[in-house]
């Protein structure tokens, strides 16, 4: 039976999977080549790369590009963040039984146009928010969904202030068995910050250009 899901929830979702602390690693440097190792699967540079440039232009393509470009952090980092967090709630997810079909995906991506108003606002509100280029919105939602069923599975109620302590311990025990390691061109991951070192800030902050790796 589905659960109806509040904007307040969805917002939930989205904290947890940019803001939060999910993941942890032993920093040490990943296979040659690759970006990072994930559970024995590689991502590669040009993974990272590609993904990052498909958000760069279409931050491009918008009327307010420069404003754009200039308010997102590191790219490059922030898409690698984002491509292991996959990995990790598509393994917590499998662990808990949790499945999301396209439809479920269509319908979901339903109810986000209606509360943005129309499908131009919404690609734009996701461009803006959470810096996720128009291709990339199934395959991000497909995430946001399995956040909730993984709540919903454990019983969590993404609006308690307890929500965000319980989602982590979830993700981070489903991460510390998936053996991830960090390419040093991308930082180190810190055990006690639970992200890359220099890292900290929002996903979206005021920069004077984009921080690619050496």
């Known amino acids: 039976m589905h659960r109806h899901r509040s904007a307040l929830s969805v917002s939930a979702v989205a904290a947890l999977l940019l803001g939060a602390p999910l993941l942890t690693g032993c920093g040490e440097a990943a296979h040659p080549g690759a970006a990072a190792v994930v559970d024995g699967q590689r991502i590669t540079v040009?993974?990272?790369?590609?993904?990052?440039?498909?958000?760069?232009?279409?931050?491009?393509?918008?009327?307010?590009?420069?404003?754009l470009i200039q308010s997102t952090g590191p790219l490059a980092?922030?898409?690698?963040?984002?491509?292991?967090r996959q990995k990790v709630v598509e393994r917590a997810a499998e662990?808990?039984?949790?499945?999301?079909?396209?439809?479920?995906?269509?319908?979901?991506?339903?109810?986000?146009?209606?509360?943005?108003?129309?499908?131009?606002?919404?690609?734009?509100?996701?461009?803006?928010?959470?810096?996720v280029a128009p291709g990339q919105i199934d395959e991000v939602l497909r995430m946001d969904l399995m956040v909730l069923k993984i709540a919903e599975s454990l019983g969590v109620d993404l609006n308690s202030p307890d929500a965000g302590e319980v989602m982590d311990r979830t993700f981070v025990a489903t991460a510390e068995d998936m053996g991830i390691d960090i390419s040093p061109r991308f930082g180190e991951w810190s055990n006690e910050q639970v992200s890359l070192t220099g890292s900290q800030e929002p996903w979206l902050k005021a920069a004077p250009e984009e921080q690619q790796p050496a």
Request: aromatic letters at 4%; zero cysteines; proline letters at 3%.
């Open 77 to 84: 980092r922030y898409t690698l963040n984002g491509m292991i």
């Open 95 to 131: 662990e808990e039984g949790v499945r999301v079909t396209r439809r479920d995906v269509q319908e979901f991506r339903a109810e986000r146009v209606k509360e943005a108003g129309d499908p131009a606002s919404f690609r734009a509100r996701m461009l803006q928010e959470r810096a």
């Open 46 to 67: 040009g993974q990272v790369q590609s993904r990052a440039e498909e958000v760069r232009d279409a931050q491009r393509a918008e009327p307010e590009s420069a404003q």
